[in-house]
């Protein structure tokens, strides 16, 4: 049982420094998987580091299971951590940095024999038990890194970017195995990164931080479907959705013009009234842009350009295009396009795909139907 309450949590370096960690307040659910996530420098780590107990709390209160720790050591919490640059013992096998902290904890040695054997079999590592870090590679150091904090079997685990040093093929591979083992101990777990599919497929739910602040928190495809604001809307989803300033018709039937333009229908008169007339932020995702009008369906929207860019990803590609107005914006594409840089073109999308946002603030102007709900069932695609 461990429920993380962090209540108006601040942090300011050297007490009067600017505020790296800016009244956050998250409560994370007993047996979570809570992924904070955002750009360099959002104050991730600081967040994770004050949990931990590695940087004190400039302002705020900070509780396990209800009872309050701003003061209590680090070695205290129950909590384990893992860093993205993991340090090993350089002169220990890998069976003696597995035991190491539980030898310090004074563990009785059956026992600790017992954990280290369960998490080297569990992360593959049983083969390499007595070698040395310097043997091992950069996955396999990685592994005896997240073996250390399985041991101790905390309550909380906390986790720094702890794929970043991996290549793609053991960052998909050992992502799945935190996931298992997630599954598997049920603990609760709090995960840094600034990587979105990390986000989206590991998180039970996703804290999106900017400069320091709690941008939105909710389920991965809550917050993707409902993006709370243009920031979380550009920072989920590859490649960003497309945004266009743009004024809205006087009767508040459709927002843009001549090169850019979509229906308002899935808005309400009051939610429009507002912003009739004057200027208001559109978003479509790149996914949602097809060139065929057709299999945008009838009653949707448009946009005109020049194709910049073409790239083939090989499953889909990728086209770049800029407006007149000289707004970039980008369509995920079926693979067998054949648009060539400087040729112009006009994709659509349907009436369902449009996001609205206040030009003053960029926060989210929710539709009566939502974009999930519009999109007909079939095309979200639910596991048989
Ligand atoms: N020890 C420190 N002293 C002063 N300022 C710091 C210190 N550590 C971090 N900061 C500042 O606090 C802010 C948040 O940093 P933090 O390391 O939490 O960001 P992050 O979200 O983890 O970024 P990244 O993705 O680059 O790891 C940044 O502006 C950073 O420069
Ligand atoms: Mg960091």
Redesign the pocket.
Known sequence: MAIVQLDNIC?R??GS??V??DNVDITIGDGEFMV?L????????????MIAGL?DISSGTLSIDGRVVNNVPAKDRDIAMVF?SYALYPHMTVAENLAFGLKRRRVPAAEITRRVADAAQILGLSPLLERKPHALSGGQRQRVALGRAMVREPIVFLF??PLSNLDAALRVNTRNELIRQHHRLASTMIY?T?DQVEAMTMGTRICV?NG?KVAQIGAPLDVYWHPADTFVARFLGAPPMNLFTLPVATDGERIGGETVSGPLSRWSEAARAPHMGREAIFGVRAEDLHLDAAAAGAGGGSIRGRVFAVEPLGAETLLAVETEGGVECTARLPRDVTARPGELVELHFPASAGYLFDKATGKAIPAQISAVDAVPRHAIGTAQ
Not at 38 to 49: A, D, I, V
């Open positions: 942090k370096y050297g420094g600017p790296a960690v904070l955002g750009p360099s420098g959002c104050g991730k780590s600081t967040t994770l580091r940087e993205q720094d970017e840094v600034h931080m320091g």
